[in-house]
């Protein structure tokens, strides 16, 4: 079983729907997680960072966790053909000592149409 | 305030040259992360380095590849004798010395062994 799981999609919604970006992890020493979203044939770019449990908000994109479940999940409101794109969860324990190593999901390719 | 800066952006090598791939991580980061990408694939961790330092090397093939990053300049990724396997994109990731564990990433060098 890996660490960190991630449905890799495709996921095709219309403009204007609620997305929803689900992980799942074994680990429950992760305390930081994070959500990037990768453009094709570019560098992944950080969207969300959070510490241990709750919510976060920032602007269209919200990022929860719930670590009695081992679940993370980034929802995007009124998403945009712009938002197309491969979403990828990451996650580091608060006990890695001296190694900050990020433990990545694959990745969920969505795609937002017009 | 300049990013992540990587090159070259494309690297074509004949089987069995070597690459330099370089990384220098943005201002005021001294933790420096190699990530290979495989098409349809995830990121995957290959080295963590500190100035002058591997903290984790794990994810590095033992033959061929070696990373360093000198106090000095940036951050190198060698492959000797590429084979056309060595095929993806390499991208490197950098991140502060405190506690923030957020990784901000590079745009990438795309090598092509022919």
């Known amino acids: 079983q890996k660490e960190v799981e991630q449905d890799p999609g495709p996921l095709s919604v219309p403009e204007g729907a609620i997305v929803s970006l689900n992980c799942t992890y074994s680990?429950?020493?992760?305390?930081?997680f994070m959500w990037y979203r990768q453009y094709s044939r570019k560098g992944p770019e950080l969207l969300m960072y959070t510490y241990s449990s709750g919510n976060k908000e920032d602007g269209r994109f919200t990022a929860q966790v719930d670590k009695s479940s081992k679940y993370i999940s980034l929802f995007i409101r009124d998403s945009q053909p712009s938002d197309s794109a491969t979403y990828l969860c990451a996650m580091s324990s608060l006990h890695a000592g001296n190694n900050r190593k990020l433990i990545w999901g694959l990745g969920t390719s969505l795609a937002v149409n017009p | 305030n300049a990013g992540v800066m990587q090159n070259p952006r494309h690297l074509v090598r004949r089987r069995g040259q070597e690459a330099r791939l370089r990384c220098s991580p943005m201002k005021g980061h001294s933790h420096v992360y190699w990530y290979r990408q495989l098409p349809e694939e995830g990121l995957k961790f290959m080295v963590y380095l500190q100035k002058e330092n591997i903290i984790d090397e794990s994810g590095m093939p033992k033959e061929r590849f070696s990373a360093e990053f000198p106090k000095e300049g940036p951050s190198i990724l060698r492959i000797q004798q590429v084979v056309r396997g060595d095929s993806a994109a390499y991208f490197c990731a950098s991140s502060t010395t405190g506690g923030s564990y957020e990784q901000y990433f590079g745009p990438g060098t795309r090598l092509t062994v022919t």
């Open positions: 680990n429950s020493a992760f305390q930081y």
